[in-house]
């Protein structure tokens, strides 16, 4: 098979990093979760009590990922693992924030495209179609009704022991969706080649296979 990437884009829980995680290791690629290194930065923010000075807290940031047999993509911050870290509500609450600045996203984008030089990598986010990697030989914009995104997601908690609420999800997954689609840099948006898949009611096998295809007929 040619050496190719795959771009992931689509809102909030739509089930991007489950597919995106079966479909490299069906086609022995890499997976890479770009979401998690604006989730790291933000752990970062929040830590230094929320101080507004991005370009200062990027220029003492350093980041990079690592890959475990068993865990996947790792993120390694200043040295330290903080990958378990990154699902906090605290962080998920101001990820859209800090992941709008200009100073991250020039500083997360460039060590996405270094990622994706040599190819075989499946990304996923919000920007990945239309900024990270705009010539992808395949994009896919994933979508799902908030409904089932904030059931899928209340589901997610309960196997790891996070109590929810199912309206409070959806409330969170809305606005984090209207923030990530009206900012000013690289807002969350359909690239004009980008193949739309709606995942609603569908299960992973089904959505896994879908792209399989995809990436096929290429
Ligand atoms: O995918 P995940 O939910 O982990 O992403 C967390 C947040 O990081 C998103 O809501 C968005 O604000 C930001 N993000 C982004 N660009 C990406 C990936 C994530 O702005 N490529």
Do not use: C, W
């Not at 409330?171 to 690289?186: F, G, K, L």
């Amino acid at each position: 098979m040619k050496l190719i990437n795959i771009a992931l884009d689509g809102p909030a829980a739509a089930g991007k990093s489950t597919i995106a995680k079966r479909v490299a290791e069906q086609l022995s690629m890499i997976y890479v979760d770009t979401g998690a290194m604006y989730r790291a930065i933000t752990y970062k923010y929040l830590k230094q009590n929320k101080t507004d000075d991005f370009e200062a807290l990027i220029n003492s940031t350093e980041l990079y990922l690592t890959y475990d047999n068993e865990k996947g993509q790792r993120i390694i911050l200043d040295n330290t693992d903080v990958t378990d870290y990154l699902r906090e509500n605290d962080v998920t609450q101001n990820v859209s924030y800090v992941a709008s600045k200009e100073p991250v996203r020039t500083f997360a984008v460039k060590k996405q495209k270094e990622l994706a030089d040599n190819k075989g990598i499946v990304m996923d986010g919000r920007d990945i179609g239309t900024v990270v990697l705009p010539n992808a030989e395949l994009k896919v914009y994933m979508i799902a009704s908030v409904e089932e995104r904030a059931q899928r997601r209340q589901k997610d908690n309960e196997l790891r022991g996070i109590d929810s609420n199912l309206e409070q999800l959806k409330e969170e997954i809305a606005e984090r969706d209207h923030y990530d689609m009206n900012r000013e840099i690289s807002p969350l948006t359909k690239a004009d080649d980008a193949v739309t898949l709606d995942t609603t009611g569908k299960s992973i096998e089904t959505v896994t296979d879908e792209i399989l295809t995809m990436v096929k007929n290429i």
